[in-house]
């Protein structure tokens, strides 16, 4: 379980760049980037998508693709860790003159075996192995001739270990579905400007065990630019540029009415036991994370700016009653 632990906080720290301390988010695998040529790039591709992996950088791109391709990539993943974690890509698309574009993708992460251990280091329970996976469906069509809008639809699902921890009850899985959307302008105020612009994975909450202690699926927003420098028939020289945005906000637990409690309050202001993650003015000052339509709006300002002044979650403090 400890290797488990390990490798999903590598997940988190070497692989997501949007993701930031203030940020918590589920199913943070979706943000591991495939392609050689996007690695190479520093994976600024949502203003250049012109190929099969659109359907992952960018779908609107497709609606300028002709034919039809597909992609595999293989990888194995975090060698020096363990030698059976690695990274599946699949991706296909096909035009259909009059209506548009299809394509898609499945991404496979395998994390390996693991050991389930009991409460004492000799409870020793058996192996188990860890992965995760996601199906997306991608649609796009021109707008313009210049112009273009492109959709995905995707399930994801995580399989971290057949049974809870302990006397938690129920699996450690979860099966989610989410959406993106993408627009690419090209010629934008000038011939050699191409313009992306992409929100993904947008969707409900990812929960586990306890959908109580859910987190937001990783919402990135990111526009892009693709400016030809050079384009003959024989050189090219583009410089491309991404700028990201997680749209997650979370908050610590925060003594937002300064009366040296947590809660304590139901979200009407009456004093209760249960659900009292609120104070009597109904501000929640548990921890806590936005639903998508607020984050949207809440993940552009430091929480610290929306009220409160103690933050009670940091160490050497309670942030119980």
């Known amino acids: 379980m400890k290797r488990l632990a390990t490798i999903c906080t590598l997940i988190l720290l070497t692989s997501i760049s949007p993701l930031t301390a203030q940020s918590e988010a589920g199913a943070i695998f979706l943000l591991i980037s495939p392609g050689a040529r996007a690695g190479g790039m520093g994976e600024a591709q949502v203003a250049v998508a012109n190929d099969v992996y659109a359907s992952y950088w960018n779908p609107a791109g497709l609606a300028f693709l002709e034919g039809s391709e597909m992609a595999i990539m293989h990888v194995n993943w975090l060698p020096n860790l363990a030698d059976d974690l690695y990274y599946e890509f699949l991706a296909f698309r096909r035009h259909f003159p009059y209506l548009g574009t299809l394509g898609g993708h499945i991404i496979y992460l395998n994390l390996g075996e693991q050991i389930r251990m009991g409460e004492t280091p000799d409870d020793y329970l058996g192996k188990f192995t860890s992965y995760m996976m996601a199906a997306t469906i991608s649609y796009s069509a021109l707008l313009s001739q210049n112009s273009s809008l492109g959709i995905n639809a995707k399930i994801s699902y995580q399989h971290l270990v057949e049974l809870g921890a302990g006397n938690e009850q129920g699996k450690g899985t979860s099966t989610d579905f989410g959406f993106d959307i993408g627009y690419l302008r090209k010629e934008f105020l000038t011939p050699r400007l191409n313009l992306g612009l992409t929100v993904t994975n947008i969707g409900p909450k990812v929960s586990f065990i306890d959908p109580a202690q859910a987190d937001p699926q990783p919402t990135n927003l990111t526009l892009g630019f693709n400016y030809a420098i050079v384009n003959s028939e024989f050189n090219k020289l583009n410089v491309v540029y991404d700028v990201d945005k997680l749209l997650v906000s979370s908050y610590p637990a925060m003594d937002w009415d ?27 000052e548990t921890e806590h994370t936005d639903p998508i339509y607020l984050a949207i709006f809440t993940s552009w300002v430091d929480d610290w700016l929306l009220g409160g002044d103690i933050d009670l979650a940091t160490p050497g403090n309670d942030p119980d009653r």
């Open 258 to 284: 300064d009366d040296g409690y947590i809660g304590g309050f139901d979200e009407d202001g009456h004093q209760s036991d249960k659900n009292a993650d609120f104070n009597k003015d109904g501000q929640q």
